[in-house]
DNA sequence: TTGTATGCGTTATCAT
DNA sequence: ATGATAACGCATACAA
């Protein structure tokens, strides 16, 4: 159980800490048997190297901050931003780096996110589906710690974004070349994201000659089916009722399909509809619902890469916006009209 | 940004880097005056302590390791699992510890669990959602380091349990009570955690006088909607038709949803459904879905309480295996027969 | 090619 | 009540 370390290697070597220190790594100016002998009694003993040690040395943790929370604390319960996590985590995993949540107060300690990354000695972190107007954050993305920003953008700051433009770009193509000239549109509270949705779905319709009457825009907040579902209660009043009606995610979408349900309309013989995200369930629905499939495995990856990249090439680094595309997942809720 | 260290604060307060340890720990050898004054200096100089230097020297990190994974490599896109790590994590935070997640092979560097954990100096680890017959989880289980696992049991090891036998007993006695006596139970795949919920089915049953043919018992895969569909299908191909279906979790539900519905069998008027879980979804579907919520928040609580426990209290430490209990959430699947 | 010496920031022991 | 000193495990500048 007792840690054996490089001293312990060095004696059994008969050689010097340094001597065994340089071989484990790799160094260039070792012996190549001698090397090789250390490396194979390193091996039998079952040295581990000791991160703390190895850290407080070089000045370099080899792990990585992750911020992720919303106002419920729990982002992530959220089947995109867990995947995103995930992907992140295996990335990082693969260029040898770990992940540490960074959350504020630990313990009796009171610290903000910026001094509880520095405490950890983060190489770097990553934040995404949090308030990004919190104090807190933006001192962090002030600071001199290497940081990414997951759909969100700062100035002199890396960012990985959904591509919301082109998505619903898009989107709109999609039910206009189904026959759709109505198009509603439930969208989420107000954040960078949604102002980017909200903007490339109107200028999408412009561009293909639609007219969006205001009460065609309806709010909501993201992730609640009740919202969505009230929602759609006020669409399917109006005068001039959609034939289609865009949510602001598969899950919201639950809270509009009980309202159609309860008005006895049949997705899609009349309305149609289309969620985003393209989660699990949105594909276990029957009908099959349409949406759009986020990348967020890709988004994940691709902060993982960045961040790291940033991390050990900081003399190269150019704050950079990587737009991640998604794409279509059609399924049975939109109807040729 | 340089890192400000107790040397710098024993400059500024003309005392000995000693003394700033001991005022900024509170021991009670150090003057009060001396200590305050100490310690509002630091404040003010905006002192961090640094982890990997206090877990070199005192052999604790404060770090707890996270052990979530499944075959597909996303423990974590299972609301369950994601919401037992989040109140893990929340109440490891509120205890002074920080989370890392624990894998195998991190960059170049082979290793397997203990070896992370051990390389991390991680006081404790957690372990859920896993393949728990991986040599090497049984490793990190066979360890000197202290690990709580999560509905599993091993020899000498802390558990913590979701009641799966009481959830079970509480099932069949609410079935019942409405009526049902032709209850059907579709389980995942062959786990512990499966084995004693069939166990407690059969046994259920049987305390009430019910007999359970053996093909009411069919076998799915957890959060598989297509593998419940089937049996589903197959349930309801039988000469005397179950009047009640208990499927292995809210999500699979959604297979059988799509199979009834094919069937053009209106839930709960032409048959009874339950879930089990209480995910989100499953209130969000109409008709709201009856269910059985397991107490996720409660077990991730739990886990970390009695890891740190174990932690700070190794001298009375005695392996315990936690209950942790749910309970009904009545929806409108199951009607009155 | 190998070894010696030093220090990263902290805590703990032992003096004073 | 305070301070000098050493040590935790490792990496590196420099000497040999």
Known sequence: MSMVTMKDIAVKCGVSPATVSKALNG??????????????????????????????????????????????????????????????????????????FISKDIGN??????????????????????????????????????????????????????????????????????????????????TSVTRNRLASFRKACMNKGIDVPEDYIKSAVYHDPKSSGLATRELLALQARPTCILYPDDFSFLGGMSELERQRLKVPDDISVMGYDGILLSQALRPRLTTFRQDSEGIGRRAAAKLIDEIENPKMFVPTQVLVSGSLLVGNTVKQV
Request: some cysteine; glycine content about 6%; overall charge negative.
């Open 27 to 100: 160094h260039s100016d070792i012996g190549t048997d001698t090397a090789e002998h250390i490396r194979s009694t390193a091996r039998e003993m079952g040295y581990l190297p000791n991160a703390a040690a190895r850290a407080l040395k070089t000045n370099r943790s080899l792990n990585l901050g992750v911020l992720f929370a919303d106002k419920t604390s729990s982002g992530l319960a959220h089947e995109y931003f867990s995947t995103v996590l995930n992907s992140f985590k295996v990335e990082a995993e693969r260029l040898g780096y770990d992940i540490t």
């Open 109 to 190: 300690f009171k610290m903000d996110y910026y001094e509880h990354a520095r405490y950890r000695n983060c190489d770097g972190v990553v934040i995404a589906s949090i308030d990004y107007s919190d104090p807190s954050v933006l001192r962090l993305i002030d600071s001199d710690i290497p940081v990414v920003t997951i759909d969100h953008v700062f100035n002199n700051r890396t960012a990985i974004l959904s591509d919301n433009v082109q998505s619903m770009v898009d989107i709109v193509e999609y039910v206009y070349g189904l026959g759709h000239r109505k198009i509603a549109f439930i969208h989420g509270e107000d």
